[in-house]
Every structure is written in C-alpha cells, then in structure tokens.
C-alpha cells in the first residue's frame, strides 16, 4: 500500500494521560499536514511541515499539543495531558509541493478517545 | 470562525437523480477549492477541484460550478448511484501560502436505490 499511513488506528487513554501518532506520508511527497475532525464536523487544520521544516504551528489547538518531523518523512502527533475535549479522529494528509494543484491525500486516521 | 459555510447537512436522492451541494465562503484570497469525498472510518479522498478562472469543471459525472461574484460554489453528482452515498466536503484554501484546507461542515449524501 503506497497510501499515507497512520497508526495507531485507535487509542484509548484515560484523561490527564500523554498520546502520541503516527504518519507516514507517501514516499515522495514532502509536505505533511495534520487535521482533527470531530463527529459530524469538517477537518480541522492544525499544522504543516514542508520537508522537516513546521511551517505553521499557530493553529495548534494548546500548548499541550505539538508535532514533528525530524526526518522530513515520517511525522508525530503528541497531545500532553489529555482531556476529554480532545477526542476526535486526528488525520493526517501529504502532498508534493510542486504537483500543480497540489493534490492533499489523506490518510485513514486516529481515533481518539480520552475516558 | 466559520469561513466555509456548506448546505444542505444531508441529502437524500433516488438512484440516477442530480445531487446539489452548494458552498459559500468568505475569504477572497482563497484561490483553490476542491470537493472530499469521505466514507466512514476512511479518510477524505479528492473528488475534484477547481480554481477562480474557471466557472465550471468536470469530471465524469461530478462538475463544479464556481461563482467569483456570488463566493459560492457547487458540485452537482449526475446520474446518482448507491455507491455515491457518503459524506461529502466542500473546502478552501490560499494554494501559494501552503495550501491549508479550510473544510466546510459537510454533507451526508444517501442514494437510494
């Protein structure tokens, strides 16, 4: 499969806990971005790297929200201190940034779901 | 704050019906705006996307209209399948100033058949 993945697919996590995701972008694309969707609601921008580079951070929800990409491949989520507010489908999207329309493609998600 | 203002919620159409979901935004730097098509416990997948120069686009059996003038732009799903039937997402975004999706609320889709 040379679709963008995430993992893990689900998780569970008592409230007050630390979470951290994973993305893994398609191999030649480089940029990545991360959304949050909650139920019955569009995705929700959160961040972007082009390469290793985070270009946009300032939509991070909280300070206990934060991301990487050290590589410039794969890419973490970390949420600190989780609270129930913060359960949603966390998605992560890639692209070329010299593709014309620069087509983002999505992955499957995490679910989140903070008890 | 709400930039992308997508109606009707839900939609529900005969097999081989037009379906019609209207967007409208309000940013007029947003110079990109493609249309998701999502199926549960999936992801968005791009359907289509148009840019402001043009007025309509199409592929297949889904088109784009797009109104500068009015900030408002739709997809209309020709000959509507069962397959169709799904949550669909209008969006946009400043495609030089990285491209950020801002989605509309989306629209759950049902064919019947």
């Known amino acids: 499969d040379t679709g963008v993945s995430q993992n893990p697919r689900h998780k569970i996590t008592k409230r007050g806990q630390n979470v951290t995701f994973r993305c893994d972008p398609i191999?030649?694309?480089?940029?990545l971005y991360w959304y949050r969707q909650t139920l019955g609601q569009g995705p929700e921008f959160l961040t972007y790297?082009?390469?290793?580079?985070?270009?946009?951070k300032s939509r991070l929800l909280s300070d206990r929200f934060s991301a990487e990409r050290p590589k410039g491949s794969f890419s973490t989520l970390e949420i600190q201190r989780t609270e129930q507010g913060d359960s949603a489908m966390y998605l992560c999207?890639?692209?070329?940034?010299?593709?014309?329309?620069?087509?983002?493609?999505f992955g499957s998600g995490t679910q989140l779901s903070v008890l | 704050q709400q930039q992308v203002k997508q109606s009707p919620q839900s939609l529900i159409v005969q097999k081989g019906g037009i379906s019609i979901i209207n967007c409208a935004y309000e940013n007029t730097a947003f110079d990109y705006f493609p249309w998701y098509q999502q199926f549960p416990g999936k992801g968005p997948a791009l359907l289509i996307a148009?840019?402001?120069?043009?007025s309509e686009k199409k592929e297949g059996r889904f088109t784009i209209s797009f109104n500068k003038s009015a900030k408002q732009f739709s997809l209309h799903i020709m000959d509507s399948q069962p397959g169709d039937s799904a949550t669909y997402f209008c969006a946009a975004s400043i495609h030089n100033a990285g491209n950020m999706l801002t989605f509309g609320g989306g629209t759950r889709l049902m064919v019947k058949p």
């Open positions: 999207a890639s692209s070329l940034r010299w593709d014309l329309d620069e087509k983002l493609f």
């Open positions: 191999s030649e694309h480089n940029r």
């Open positions: 148009i840019r402001p120069d043009v």
């Open positions: 790297f082009q390469n290793e580079a985070q270009l946009e």
